[in-house]
T-cell receptor
């Protein structure tokens, strides 16, 4: 298995532009998580899905952020409009439906908003 | 609110020495997990200890769990320069849905050759 796949790996954009981050979880995993990591705030859980249904989006910073999971093999995190304070590394992780819920992380997308 | 908190925030040791990192949490848990993150990479799962376990080993890693004190420790024995990374504890709360984990702020370990 290729593991969790994220694209793009790096994104540089200007303030006000729309940004879409993509994630393909490990096949067979039922849960998908989006995290944001910065030096100041550490690793923050933004939203997670179970069987393609959003379970907890309380970590989504504001209405500019939205996430979808149209099917079991694909999820997007969209920021519209983007702001410089959104600059961070965004990780996607997936987890099988098990008692232990170990998470498998993707390589991350480094977002820079100028 | 932050569930897991690690200390120290940073640790610098010589190759061959042991490294100990601690994690404290606040609520009842199903399990506690330790992850490692190399600079610029995603987190990688290292080891999991369940709430009814007190100690677990995996290679050079030893994890302990004290549910009465709501704390855990990760010991890396005979450290190597390649162990240089950030280490995070994460807790799975009792009754959580969908496998949500709460991560701590991490301990940055530097192993000097």
């Amino acid at each position: 298995d290729a593991g969790v796949i994220q694209s793009p790996r790096h994104e540089v954009t200007e303030m006000g532009q729309e940004v879409t981050l993509r994630c393909k979880p490990i096949s067979g995993h039922n849960s998908l998580f989006w995290y944001r990591q910065t030096m100041m705030r550490g690793l923050e859980l933004l939203i997670y899905f179970n069987n393609n249904v959003p379970i907890d989006d309380s970590g989504m910073p504001e209405d500019r952020f939205s996430a979808k999971m149209p099917n079991a093999s694909f999820s997007t995190l969209k920021i519209q409009p983007s702001e410089p304070r959104d600059s961070a590394v965004y990780f996607c992780a997936s987890s099988p439906d098990s008692v232990d819920n170990e998470q498998f992380f993707g390589p991350g997308t480094r977002l820079t908003v100028l | 609110s932050q569930q897991g908190e690690e200390d120290p925030q940073a640790l610098s040791i010589q190759e061959g020495e042991n490294a100990t990192m601690n994690c404290s949490y606040k609520t009842s848990i199903n399990n506690l997990q330790w992850y490692r993150q190399n600079s610029g990479r995603g987190l990688v799962h290292l080891i999991l200890i369940r709430s009814n376990e007190r100690e677990k080993h995996s290679g050079r890693l030893r994890v302990t769990l004290d549910t009465s004190k709501k704390s855990s420790s990760l010991l890396i024995t005979a450290s190597r320069a390649a162990d240089t990374a950030s280490y995070f504890c994460a807790t799975a709360r009792r009754g959580n849905q969908g496998g949500k984990l709460i991560f701590g702020q991490g301990t940055e370990l530097s192993v000097k050759p």
